[in-house]
């Protein structure tokens, strides 16, 4: 209990010594609450953020956009959301990166370096849209578990790589085959070398799209780290999960793919409508595939105000 109020009193302290005031509401903090503006390194310097991107969260880290931000045409970087489930990888050797396709349903397993796919592949670049399957969760009623988004967890930049068909068929692919499942270099929360984070895929119709990309570049630049350099997945109009970051392998199943967050409720829908909150059996929920399509305002501002003259000289037509 000292300890706690120590640190309560230490973190208080300091917020009063940069903005020289008293922190409201200081007593009330969480039990082990640091304020963001305390947390080391800055989310908003690491990634390259603009400063008015949210965080919900740094274990792992995730961060969307507010609506007004997203009113580019083209998504830049500094406005793009982050959603992770692991580790981002902390050494990346791009000289050693390899990309392995294995499988029930390929022919012999194949490996990839990072240069052979940019030169033996022809490139493509598509501007696709990215949404994170949760986009919206905080306005469930009743409210649902996970990473409370609001309407900012979407994106629509432009990606440069090869397609992910060509890749496969280099393989070979099998009759056989059903689905395809990605495997990444992220770290689990606990370390454990022998736990995935996530593990998801696509059935092969998907897999096969032209605009299915195993993408190098994102806005004509690297893709930064946190979206996954040095190379992922991108599968638009599906739930971002399905676009894998820091891909280094995938499997051509035979069956749906069974990696962590595919199997019982997870990115998964009631396959019929059902009351809000009613519990829906596992075998009656349905994978989350093509996102129905959604609007939202960037312009004008939430809560943007006019000033009066400003409005007095419009009405006037000045």
Same mark, same amino acid.
């Given at each position: 209990?000292?300890?706690?109020?120590?640190?309560?009193?230490?973190?208080?302290?300091?917020?009063?010594?940069?903005?020289?005031?008293?922190?409201?509401?200081?007593?009330?903090m969480?039990?082990?609450?640091?304020?963001?503006?305390?947390?080391e390194?800055?989310?908003?310097?690491?990634?390259?953020k603009?400063?008015?991107?949210?965080?919900?969260?740094n274990?792992?880290?995730?961060?969307?956009?507010q609506?007004?931000?997203?009113?580019? !045409?083209?998504?830049?970087?500094?406005?793009?959301?982050?959603?992770?489930?692991?580790?981002?990888?902390?050494?990346?050797?791009?000289?050693?990166?390899?990309?392995?396709?294995?499988?029930?349903?390929? &022919?012999e397993?194949?490996?990839?370096?990072?240069?052979?796919?940019?030169?033996?592949? !022809?490139?493509?670049?598509?501007?696709?849209?990215?949404?994170c399957?949760?986009? &919206?969760?905080?306005?469930?009623?009743?409210?649902? +578990?996970?990473?409370?988004?609001?309407?900012?967890?979407?994106?629509?930049?432009?990606?440069?790589?090869?397609?992910?068909?060509?890749?496969?068929?280099?393989?070979?692919? !099998?009759?056989?085959?059903?689905?395809?499942?990605?495997?990444?270099?992220?770290?689990?929360?606990?370390?454990?070398? +022998?736990?995935?984070?996530?593990?998801?895929?696509?059935?092969?119709?998907?897999?096969?799209?032209?605009?299915?990309?195993?993408?190098?570049?994102?806005?004509?630049?690297?893709?930064?780290?946190?979206?996954?350099?040095?190379?992922?997945?991108?599968? &638009?109009?599906?739930?971002?999960?399905?676009?894998?970051?820091?891909?280094?392998r995938?499997?051509?199943?035979?069956?749906?793919?069974?990696?962590?967050?595919?199997?019982?409720?997870?990115y998964?829908?009631?396959?019929?409508?059902?009351?809000?909150?009613?519990?829906?059996?596992?075998?009656d929920?349905?994978?989350?595939?093509?996102?129905?399509?959604?609007?939202?305002?960037?312009?004008?501002?939430?809560?943007?105000?006019? +000033? !009066?003259?400003?409005?007095?000289?419009?009405?006037?037509?000045?």
């Amino acid at each position: 209990m000292r300890r706690r109020n120590f640190l309560k009193k230490t973190v208080s302290a300091t917020m009063v010594g940069i903005i020289g005031a008293e922190l409201v509401f200081s007593a009330t903090m969480p039990e082990g609450y640091i304020p963001l503006g305390l947390q080391e390194p800055d989310p908003f310097k690491m990634f390259n953020k603009d400063p008015e991107m949210v965080v919900l969260n740094n274990k792992p880290w995730n961060m969307e956009a507010q609506a007004h931000l997203l009113d580019d !045409k083209i998504t830049p970087n500094k406005y793009m959301f982050i959603r992770n489930n692991g580790i981002i990888p902390e050494k990346v050797d791009v000289s050693g990166w390899t990309l392995t396709i294995d499988g029930e349903s390929v &022919g012999e397993k194949r490996t990839y370096a990072l240069a052979d796919l940019k030169s033996k592949f !022809k490139q493509y670049t598509y501007q696709l849209t990215l949404e994170c399957g949760g986009n &919206g969760r905080s306005e469930f009623d009743p409210p649902a +578990k996970g990473n409370q988004w609001t309407i900012g967890a979407v994106s629509c930049a432009k990606w440069t790589g090869v397609r992910l068909r060509d890749v496969l068929e280099d393989a070979g692919i !099998k009759d056989s085959a059903v689905y395809i499942g990605y495997h990444a270099a992220d770290s689990h929360l606990s370390r454990d070398p +022998k736990k995935e984070p996530i593990s998801r895929g696509a059935p092969m119709a998907k897999a096969l799209q032209d605009e299915t990309l195993l993408a190098f570049q994102m806005n004509e630049q690297d893709i930064p780290l946190v979206h996954g350099y040095p190379i992922r997945l991108v599968a &638009g109009g599906w739930p971002a999960s399905v676009s894998g970051k820091w891909i280094t392998r995938i499997s051509i199943r035979n069956k749906v793919h069974d990696g962590t967050k595919m199997t019982g409720t997870a990115y998964r829908v009631p396959c019929n409508p059902v009351a809000p909150g009613e519990k829906v059996k596992d075998e009656d929920m349905c994978i989350i595939e093509s996102m129905p399509v959604k609007s939202l305002i960037t312009y004008p501002k939430t809560n943007l105000r006019r +000033k !009066k003259t400003e409005y007095t000289r419009s009405c006037m037509g000045g």
